[in-house]
């Protein structure tokens, strides 16, 4: 059974430039959450996509920006990268409908350095 | 808006012994649920616990049991004969019902000493 698979693992970039990361969720899931961690502290939510549709938006700036596939599979968009944009991007999926327990399922992450 | 509280940003254990480490969330929703994550240094977040928040039993897995408070808005993790291999940071998260989003705490790192 494969689990929630993200890519790349890690990657540098430079301020001004766009990044894009891509996550697959765990098989049979079909909404994906984007959360970014920053060093030291708790993941915040960025947004969250079901049906090829953002459902739900943290409070975050229109340069992140996401897209959902008809296999669920997801990106995640940043454009114009800041020096505080430099994180761990962590994808977790969940199964909206069904036995549903409330977990969410997540990868191990794409860390992100902006130079 | 939903906030989680860890404050304890580290805690150290020996191995072997119990530990337990402090949740507080605001909420004014009834139904919800509360889990705690572990994220070692692979930093894939792992599920360790989830609590409903309408049942009045405290959750349990193996060495790792929760205090749930609910009118307390409190949520504890107990963790007992601490293993090596339970060193990691701990995460809090909170999340309503259906369609909410997750909300974490800012983390305690567990050191186990051996």
Known sequence: ?115 | AQTVTQSQPEMSVQEAETVTLSCTYDTSESDYYLFWYKQPPSRQMILVIRQEAYKQQNATENRFSVNFQKAAKSFSLKISDSQLGDAAMYFCAYRSAFWGDMRFGAGTRLTVKP
């Open chain 1, 1 to 115: 059974d494969a689990g929630v698979t993200q890519s790349p693992t890690h990657l540098i970039k430079t301020r001004g430039q766009q990044v894009t990361l891509r996550c697959s969720p765990k098989s049979g899931h079909d909404t994906v959450s984007w959360y970014q961690q920053a060093l030291g502290q708790g993941p915040q939510f960025i947004f969250q996509y079901y049906e090829e549709e953002e459902r739900q938006r943290g409070n975050f700036p229109d340069r992140f920006s996401g897209h959902q596939f008809p296999n669920y599979s997801s990106e995640l968009n940043v454009n114009a990268l800041l020096l505080g944009d430099s994180a761990l991007y962590l994808c977790a999926s969940k199964l909206l409908s069904g036995s549903w327990t409330g977990e969410l399922f997540f990868g191990e992450g794409s860390r992100l350095t902006v130079l």
